[in-house]
Protein backbone atom coordinates (compact mmCIF):
# COMPACT_ATOMS: atom_id res chain seq x y z
CA UNK A 1 0.00 0.00 0.00
CA UNK A 2 1.17 3.13 -0.91
CA UNK A 3 0.12 5.60 2.32
CA UNK A 4 2.28 2.98 4.26
CA UNK A 5 5.44 3.58 2.21
CA UNK A 6 4.90 7.06 2.13
CA UNK A 7 4.13 7.97 5.55
CA UNK A 8 6.79 5.73 6.69
CA UNK A 9 9.34 7.89 4.28
CA UNK A 10 7.76 11.00 5.68
CA UNK A 11 7.90 9.57 9.56
CA UNK A 12 11.62 8.89 9.28
CA UNK A 13 13.00 12.32 7.81
CA UNK A 14 11.07 13.90 10.11
CA UNK A 15 12.81 11.55 13.14
CA UNK A 16 15.99 13.61 11.58
CA UNK A 17 14.71 16.90 12.16
CA UNK A 18 14.13 19.24 15.35
CA UNK A 19 10.40 18.45 15.11
CA UNK A 20 10.87 14.58 15.24
CA UNK A 21 8.71 14.72 18.78
CA UNK A 22 5.64 15.47 16.30
CA UNK A 23 6.29 11.94 14.54
CA UNK A 24 6.78 10.28 17.71
CA UNK A 25 3.66 11.59 19.32
CA UNK A 26 1.43 11.22 16.36
CA UNK A 27 2.84 7.60 15.78
CA UNK A 28 2.14 6.59 19.04
CA UNK A 29 -1.57 8.14 19.18
CA UNK A 30 -2.48 6.39 16.22
CA UNK A 31 -0.87 2.76 17.21
CA UNK A 32 -2.91 3.61 21.41
CA UNK A 33 -6.12 3.68 19.11
CA UNK A 34 -5.20 0.09 17.06
CA UNK A 35 -3.16 -1.67 19.30
CA UNK A 36 -3.03 -0.12 22.89
CA UNK A 37 -0.57 -2.67 24.39
CA UNK A 38 2.20 -1.98 21.67
CA UNK A 39 2.10 1.84 22.74
CA UNK A 40 4.48 2.05 24.56
CA UNK A 41 7.11 -0.07 22.70
CA UNK A 42 6.41 1.75 19.84
CA UNK A 43 7.33 4.98 21.61
CA UNK A 44 10.76 3.47 22.39
CA UNK A 45 11.21 1.96 19.09
CA UNK A 46 10.50 5.70 17.57
CA UNK A 47 13.52 6.84 19.91
CA UNK A 48 15.96 4.51 19.26
CA UNK A 49 14.85 4.79 15.25
CA UNK A 50 15.71 8.52 15.82
CA UNK A 51 18.91 8.09 16.78
CA UNK A 52 19.73 5.44 14.22
CA UNK A 53 18.53 8.28 11.50
CA UNK A 54 20.97 11.04 12.89
CA UNK A 55 23.87 8.71 12.83
CA UNK A 56 22.56 7.44 9.35
CA UNK A 57 22.61 10.90 8.36
CA UNK A 58 25.93 12.03 10.08
CA UNK A 59 27.89 9.17 7.69
CA UNK A 60 25.87 9.17 4.96
CA UNK A 61 24.54 6.01 5.14
CA UNK A 62 21.20 5.68 2.41
CA UNK A 63 21.18 1.77 3.07
CA UNK A 64 20.98 2.01 6.92
CA UNK A 65 18.29 4.88 5.64
CA UNK A 66 16.36 2.84 3.18
CA UNK A 67 16.54 -0.10 6.12
CA UNK A 68 14.46 2.36 8.74
CA UNK A 69 12.17 3.09 5.90
CA UNK A 70 11.52 -0.11 5.44
CA UNK A 71 10.74 -1.56 8.73
CA UNK A 72 8.82 0.91 9.19
CA UNK A 73 6.84 0.70 6.49
CA UNK A 74 6.83 -3.38 7.07
CA UNK A 75 5.41 -2.27 10.67
CA UNK A 76 2.35 0.44 9.32
CA UNK A 77 1.56 -2.20 6.64
CA UNK A 78 0.95 -4.78 9.93
CA UNK A 79 -1.16 -2.01 11.28
CA UNK A 80 -3.14 -1.14 8.65
CA UNK A 81 -4.09 -4.75 8.14
CA UNK A 82 -5.39 -5.01 12.02
CA UNK A 83 -7.52 -2.13 11.61
CA UNK A 84 -9.54 -1.03 8.32
CA UNK A 85 -9.92 2.21 9.89
CA UNK A 86 -6.48 2.90 10.88
CA UNK A 87 -5.82 4.04 7.00
CA UNK A 88 -7.98 7.08 7.59
CA UNK A 89 -5.94 7.70 10.75
CA UNK A 90 -2.79 7.16 9.30
CA UNK A 91 -3.66 9.60 6.02
CA UNK A 92 -5.13 12.17 8.66
CA UNK A 93 -1.18 11.94 10.27
CA UNK A 94 0.53 12.22 7.71
CA UNK A 95 -1.53 15.43 6.18
CA UNK A 96 -2.08 17.16 9.01
CA UNK A 97 1.29 16.52 11.32
CA UNK A 98 4.21 14.97 8.94
CA UNK A 99 4.17 16.77 5.84
CA UNK A 100 3.58 20.18 7.36
CA UNK A 101 5.94 19.41 10.16
CA UNK A 102 8.76 18.62 7.52
CA UNK A 103 8.48 21.11 4.70
CA UNK A 104 7.59 24.17 7.29
CA UNK A 105 10.39 23.02 9.59
CA UNK A 106 12.97 21.32 7.07
CA UNK A 107 15.43 18.74 7.62
CA UNK A 108 18.37 21.14 9.16
CA UNK A 109 21.10 20.08 10.22
CA UNK A 110 24.86 21.33 11.14
CA UNK A 111 25.77 24.54 12.54
CA UNK A 112 24.59 28.45 11.15
CA UNK A 113 26.63 31.48 11.63
CA UNK A 114 25.32 34.61 11.42
CA UNK A 115 26.89 37.73 11.59
CA UNK A 116 25.18 41.18 11.21
CA UNK A 117 26.87 44.67 11.50
CA UNK A 118 24.82 48.16 11.47
CA UNK A 119 25.91 51.29 12.11
CA UNK A 120 24.46 54.74 12.67
CA UNK A 121 21.06 54.55 12.14
CA UNK A 122 21.41 51.39 10.60
CA UNK A 123 19.13 48.23 11.91
CA UNK A 124 19.94 44.35 11.83
CA UNK A 125 17.17 41.97 12.10
CA UNK A 126 18.11 38.14 12.10
CA UNK A 127 15.47 34.81 12.17
CA UNK A 128 16.96 31.55 12.13
CA UNK A 129 14.03 29.67 11.01
CA UNK A 130 10.05 30.93 10.53
CA UNK A 131 9.13 34.41 10.00
CA UNK A 132 9.94 37.88 11.32
CA UNK A 133 7.47 40.46 11.33
CA UNK A 134 8.97 43.90 11.40
CA UNK A 135 6.47 46.94 11.72
CA UNK A 136 8.98 50.20 11.84
CA UNK A 137 6.26 53.45 12.39
Known sequence: MALAGTAAGTMVSLLATDAWHLARDAMGRLWRRVHLDRAAAID??????RAAIVDARAVNDRAAEQALVDLWRAR??????ADQDAAAGLRRVLDEVLIPALTTRGAWTGDVEVRATASGDGRNYVVGQGYLHVNDR
Open 44 to 49: AELVAA
Open 76 to 81: LLRLLA
